[in-house]
């Protein structure tokens, strides 16, 4: 089942993020974005997922906005604050509680996309205890699943939430690079491990990286 760690932490209420981040795992704000048809990419860009791509919902299509230049708004929790301002991103969401998103950032060099996918694994592995160093109603556990031989690497991540009103949210990540690109695919619906699809979403992560170029 993969390496896991609870902890439960105590410290001061710090803004809004934390909430916002925890809203984009359990998928509430991403069906406002409108579906977009599927574009060629230009020459030399990296080709984010298509919906049907994404793990199967069992009563729901995935839909997709378009691809965006920039960081998204608000930041996904973990990675976020490593994210530049070239990063691309995509939001799918379906009709219910479950969403996803894919972020690339193309670096100028493979030892630069090298260590940037460190510094995002790093961000992961030290996710939990972040988030509720962040806010004290927050409960965050967290495990890793492991790397997958595609391309460069890719190694997968989930992260449960339980906050003291109520909610909880499991969301999966991953880091993949090819060359000098990295993606962070994200997958989060409201529930626990017992509802990640974790072998539908390495296979989606397996896709992401093998598409980049």
């Excluded at 965006?68 to 009709?95: F, I, K």
């Excluded at 003291?164 to 991953?174: P, Q």
Aim: with cysteine; charged share 20%; hydrophobic share 40%.
């Amino acid at each position: 089942m993969g390496e896991t760690m609870q902890i439960r932490a105590r410290g001061i209420r710090v803004v809004r993020t934390t909430v916002a981040a925890l809203a984009a795992v359990a998928g509430v704000a991403a069906a406002a974005v409108p579906a977009t048809a599927a574009t060629a990419p230009a020459p030399g860009t990296p080709r984010f997922l298509e919906p049907a791509e994404l793990p199967p919902h069992p009563a729901s299509p995935w839909y997709a906005g378009p691809v965006t230049a920039g960081q998204p708004d608000p930041l996904p929790m973990c990675v976020g604050d490593a994210l530049p301002s070239t990063t691309t991103h995509r939001e799918y969401w379906t009709e219910y509680d479950t969403n996803a998103q894919q972020i690339t950032v193309v670096e100028r060099s493979e030892q630069r996309a090298k260590d940037f996918a460190a510094l995002l694994r790093k961000d992961l592995a030290g996710c939990a205890k972040k988030l509720m160093r962040q806010d004290p109603d927050i409960t965050a556990t967290q495990k890793y699943y492991g790397r997958l031989n595609v391309e460069e690497g890719a190694h997968v991540y989930g992260i449960h939430t339980a906050s003291a009103w109520g909610s909880s949210d499991i969301g999966l990540f991953s880091v993949g690079r090819d060359g000098t690109t990295v993606t962070v695919v994200r997958w989060g619906q409201m529930g626990n491990f017992q509802h990640a699809r974790v072998s539908d979403f390495k296979a989606t992560t397996a896709t992401a990286v093998n598409k980049l170029y």
